[in-house]
């Protein structure tokens, strides 16, 4: 078999341990700050080394959508043994829904021509759960979501899809886009020799023109989608605090009868 | 040069905390309860994130990195809630293989450094006997010379690791020179016969970490597991002791730090007299000062840290550090313990296991004394 390319979506976050502002115009997150690597995404990044030989040639390439030229986060993903990444960071990308963001990374994912391409099933922060299977589509590539586990079956991925119930058996051609979901595997830690090493790794830059892309498709005036307000999440109620007298089982059952859950 | 700065020491930063958060914080009250840690389920996941041999040859292993490496690991070895295993885990890094990797042959190394690097063969540094700890001079386990081997008899005390090891870096008289001519150190396999446990010793603290006491008896032992220099013993142990030294110290700086912003978040949610804790000027100043002896502490470290860097002697550096860091940590330790009040005295509580476990500081891996007497003749305040 010919050498494999797995492509990685990754995202670039700003760090959910520090808290996060909002610009009070656009509503949208300030993103200027130090990005790292979705936690979300360590995931794919895992089950992509599994999956890739390198001793076959494999090879697993990085691609992501960031605003100044971040790489911290593609650096811890290239620290636990992707091979390469490519950057798409543009100024005129300000602003740019994630309709906008598919067409940037289906673009730049083109270029790597992959046999299978993986991403989170939604990101940490954005959390809209939509721009895998945008990509897909604008790829022409079939889809398969919410992966557990994917293995490699001559020219076709055979996926484990969770579901409410337990998990389907799908099997999908190749090229694919699948997303996978957090917590199925158990992401690497980057080890020294791994970090030193992703110091030298090439990270390619790309702009929206580099792309072929029309500046008017990106940006805020691209995007279809626009964030006219936000408010304040109500913040929760203290609960109920039941005093176990002997009959806490029966208070619980009846608790989760009142709210149908049984 | 500032040590430590770049992005790949915080990236090795993240990793050690992400690992110790996984592999160990979760284990810890179990490991504590048995007085002992799995350290052959542990040490291959540390291996395979570099940390056994930061700074080791590529050739076994190793990572070649620079010093702030393993002031970022000793840091970060110092946040982890009990001194047991982190304790362990610097004897496998900084106390049993510094040596062997400074003078060992390349056979020796390919053999027994290169898998304590991986994580796979768990090592101790078996020095301390009855008779002898710190007048290291005074030890009485005997090598002796038959034909290609060395016949080994005696005993040693407080062996960290000391159950569990596969190979000691053990100490032993092999000449009639006494004082500090005549020793020798030797790599022993524990799987040898004549190696026994002979007692598994029971602690004030550092529970997680099993000590041993283990005898020799006729243990025969190839010559070419000498590390160094025959005779050298002594003074290769003396550049290992710098090792173990600096890597102490760093570990402070972790420890106190956490230990310091711990108690700062407890004192400001509980209250007494109508107000938090910290609203008290008395416990507001006791925690500030020893916050900025802490700061002392801390730069004194890096700059410890810096020099061990540049390749300079920094026997008085790693001194001091050990002296004044082992003193105010315990003194931290008592004093956030006191702040906690009763819940401070409780078992279940960390102040209790960082008070017993910080005890060990200024005993172990040369006892305050032992730093002072140092000091004294470096800067001219001794005769003998
Ligand atoms: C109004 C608005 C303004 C925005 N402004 C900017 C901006 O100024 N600069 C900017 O860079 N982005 C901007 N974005 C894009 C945004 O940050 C997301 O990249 C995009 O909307 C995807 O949404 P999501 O995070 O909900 O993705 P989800 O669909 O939840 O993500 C699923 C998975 O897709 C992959 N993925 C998602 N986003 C990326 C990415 N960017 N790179 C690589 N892989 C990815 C990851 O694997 C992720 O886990 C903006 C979005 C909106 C809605
Ligand atoms: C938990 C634990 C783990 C250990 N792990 C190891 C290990 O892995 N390998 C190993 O080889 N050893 C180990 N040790 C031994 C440790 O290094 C010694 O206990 C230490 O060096 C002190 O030696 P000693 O116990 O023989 O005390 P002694 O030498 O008997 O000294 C007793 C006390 O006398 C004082 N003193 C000593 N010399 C002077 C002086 N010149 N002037 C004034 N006062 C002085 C000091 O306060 C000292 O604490 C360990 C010890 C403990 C408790």
Same mark, same amino acid.
């Given at each position: 078999?010919?050498?494999?390319?797995?492509?990685?979506?990754?995202?670039?976050?700003?760090?959910?341990?520090?808290?996060?502002?909002?610009?009070?115009?656009?509503?949208?997150?300030?993103?200027?700050?130090?990005?790292?690597?979705?936690?979300?995404?360590?995931?794919?990044?895992?089950?992509?080394?599994?999956?890739?030989?390198?001793?076959?040639?494999?090879?697993?390439?990085?691609?992501?959508?960031?605003?100044?030229?971040?790489?911290?986060?593609?650096?811890?993903?290239?620290?636990?043994?992707?091979?390469?990444?490519?950057? /798409?960071?543009? +100024?005129?990308?300000?602003?740019?829904?994630?309709?906008?963001?598919?067409?940037?990374?289906?673009?730049?994912?083109?270029?790597?021509?992959?046999?299978?391409?993986?991403?989170?099933?939604?990101?940490?922060?954005?959390?809209?759960?939509?721009? +895998?299977?945008? /990509?897909?589509?604008?790829?022409?590539?079939?889809? /398969?979501?919410?992966?557990?586990? $994917?293995?490699?079956?001559?020219?076709?991925?055979?996926?484990?899809?969770?579901?409410?119930?337990?998990?389907?058996?799908?099997?999908? +051609?190749?090229?694919?886009?699948?997303?996978?979901?957090?917590?199925?595997?158990? +992401?690497?830690?980057?080890?020294?020799?791994?970090?030193?090493?992703?110091?030298?790794?090439?990270?390619?830059?790309?702009?929206?023109?580099?792309?072929?892309?029309?500046?008017?498709?990106?940006?805020?005036?691209?995007?279809?989608?626009?964030?006219?307000?936000?408010?304040?999440?109500?913040?929760?109620?203290?609960?109920? $605090? /039941?005093?176990?007298?002997?009959?806490?089982?029966?208070?619980?059952?009846?608790?989760?009868?009142? $709210?149908?859950? $049984? | 040069?500032?040590?430590?700065?770049?992005?790949?020491?915080?990236?090795?930063?993240?990793?050690?905390?992400?690992?110790?958060?996984?592999?160990? !914080?979760?284990?810890?009250? #179990?490991?504590?309860?048995?007085?002992?840690?799995?350290?052959?389920?542990?040490?291959?996941?540390?291996?395979?994130?570099?940390?056994?041999?930061?700074?080791?040859?590529?050739?076994?292993?190793?990572?070649?990195?620079?010093?702030?490496?393993?002031?970022?690991?000793?840091?970060?070895?110092?946040?982890?809630?009990?001194?047991? !295993?982190?304790?362990?885990?610097?004897?496998?890094?900084?106390?049993?293989?510094?040596?062997?990797?400074?003078?060992?042959?390349?056979?020796?190394?390919?053999?027994?450094?290169?898998?304590?690097?991986?994580?796979?063969?768990?090592?101790?540094?078996?020095?301390?006997?009855?008779?002898?700890?710190?007048? !290291?001079?005074?030890?009485?386990?005997?090598?002796?010379?038959?034909?290609?081997?060395?016949?080994?008899?005696?005993?040693?005390?407080?062996?960290?690791?000391?159950?569990?090891?596969?190979?000691?870096?053990?100490?032993?008289?092999?000449?009639?020179?006494?004082?500090?001519?005549?020793?020798?150190?030797?790599?022993?396999?524990?799987?040898?016969?004549?190696?026994?446990?002979?007692?598994?010793?029971?602690?004030?603290?550092?529970?997680?970490?099993?000590?041993?006491?283990?005898?020799?008896?006729?243990?025969? !032992?190839?010559?070419?597991?000498?590390?160094?220099?025959?005779?050298?013993?002594?003074?290769?142990?003396?550049?290992?002791?710098?090792?173990?030294? @600096?890597?102490?110290?760093?570990?402070?700086?972790?420890?106190? #730090?956490?230990?310091?912003?711990?108690?700062?978040?407890?004192? @400001?949610?509980?209250?007494?007299?109508?107000?938090?804790?910290?609203?008290?000027?008395?416990?507001?100043?006791?925690?500030?000062?020893?916050?900025?002896?802490?700061?002392?502490?801390?730069?004194?470290?890096?700059?410890?840290?810096?020099?061990?860097?540049?390749?300079?002697?920094?026997?008085?550096?790693?001194?001091?550090?050990?002296?004044?860091?082992?003193?105010?940590?315990?003194?931290?330790?008592?004093?956030?313990?006191?702040?906690?009040?009763?819940?401070?005295?409780?078992?279940?509580?960390?102040?209790?296991?960082?008070?017993?476990?910080?005890?060990?500081?200024?005993?172990?891996?040369?006892? #305050?004394?032992?730093?002072?007497?140092?000091?004294?003749?470096? #800067?001219?305040?001794?005769?003998?």
């Amino acid at each position: 078999m010919q050498a494999m390319n797995v492509v990685v979506c990754v995202k670039q976050i700003p760090d959910p341990a520090a808290p996060a502002s909002l610009d009070e115009s656009t509503h949208t997150l300030d993103r200027t700050g130090k990005l790292i690597l979705d936690d979300s995404d360590s995931y794919g990044v895992e089950m992509a080394l599994q999956l890739a030989d390198t001793e076959a040639g494999d090879e697993v390439v990085l691609v992501s959508m960031a605003p100044n030229g971040e790489v911290s986060g593609l650096r811890t993903a290239l620290a636990m043994g992707a091979a390469k990444a490519l950057l /798409v960071s543009d +100024p005129v990308l300000a602003g740019t829904d994630a309709l906008g963001t598919a067409k940037v990374l289906a673009a730049a994912i083109r270029r790597v021509e992959p046999d299978l391409v993986i991403a989170a099933t939604e990101s940490t922060d954005g959390y809209t759960g939509t721009l +895998p299977v945008q /990509v897909a589509e604008i790829l022409g590539l079939p889809s /398969v979501t919410f992966a557990k586990s $994917i293995s490699i079956d001559g020219s076709n991925v055979k996926v484990e899809r969770q579901t409410e119930a337990g998990y389907d058996e799908v099997e999908s +051609p190749m090229p694919v886009v699948v997303t996978v979901t957090a917590g199925v595997v158990e +992401p690497r830690y980057p080890s020294f020799k791994g970090i030193m090493a992703a110091k030298s790794k090439p990270v390619e830059t790309l702009t929206v023109a580099d792309l072929g892309l029309d500046a008017s498709e990106v940006g805020v005036s691209g995007s279809r989608q626009e964030i006219v307000d936000v408010s304040e999440a109500e913040s929760r109620s203290g609960g109920e $605090i /039941v005093v176990d007298e002997g009959d806490g089982a029966d208070r619980i059952v009846a608790f989760l009868e009142q $709210i149908k859950v $049984i | 040069m500032v040590i430590a700065s770049t992005d790949e020491h915080e990236m090795f930063r993240k990793t050690l905390r992400d690992l110790f958060a996984r592999e160990i !914080v979760p284990y810890i009250d #179990d490991w504590e309860r048995d007085r002992t840690f799995p350290a052959h389920e542990l040490f291959p996941k540390l291996g395979a994130a570099g940390l056994l041999g930061l700074e080791y040859e590529k050739d076994y292993g190793g990572g070649e990195a620079d010093h702030g490496f393993t002031l970022v690991a000793g840091e970060e070895m110092g946040r982890i809630d009990c001194g047991g !295993v982190p304790m362990a885990i610097a004897v496998q890094m900084a106390m049993a293989t510094p040596a062997l990797a400074k003078f060992g042959s390349p056979e020796l190394k390919e053999e027994y450094l290169a898998p304590a690097i991986r994580g796979e063969m768990v090592t101790s540094i078996a020095v301390t006997e009855p008779d002898a700890g710190s007048d !290291v001079a005074g030890i009485r386990t005997r090598a002796v010379r038959e034909g290609g081997d060395w016949i080994i008899n005696g005993s040693k005390l407080y062996i960290t690791n000391g159950t569990q090891a596969d190979w000691l870096c053990l100490l032993a008289r092999t000449s009639d020179e006494g004082g500090y001519r005549g020793m020798s150190m030797i790599v022993v396999p524990t799987a040898l016969k004549g190696v026994e446990v002979s007692r598994k010793l029971d602690k004030l603290g550092m529970w997680s970490s099993d000590t041993a006491e283990l005898s020799f008896s006729d243990v025969r !032992v190839p010559v070419k597991n000498t590390i160094g220099e025959p005779d050298r013993g002594f003074q290769q142990q003396m550049v290992q002791f710098q090792a173990e030294r @600096l890597i102490t110290v760093y570990r402070y700086i972790g420890s106190i #730090d956490r230990a310091l912003s711990r108690t700062r978040e407890y004192l @400001l949610e509980r209250h007494a007299f109508g107000k938090p804790l910290l609203a008290n000027q008395h416990i507001q100043f006791t925690l500030a000062e020893l916050s900025a002896r802490y700061d002392m502490l801390k730069h004194y470290a890096y700059t410890t840290a810096e020099a061990a860097a540049r390749g300079e002697d920094v026997t008085r550096f790693a001194t001091i550090g050990k002296l004044i860091g082992a003193r105010l940590q315990r003194e931290v330790a008592d004093t956030c313990l006191q702040f906690y009040g009763g819940l401070g005295y409780m078992a279940e509580n960390w102040t209790s296991r960082f008070y017993r476990d910080s005890r060990l500081d200024s005993i172990g891996a040369g006892a #305050d004394e032992v730093m002072l007497r140092i000091l004294a003749r470096m #800067d001219g305040f001794s005769v003998s």
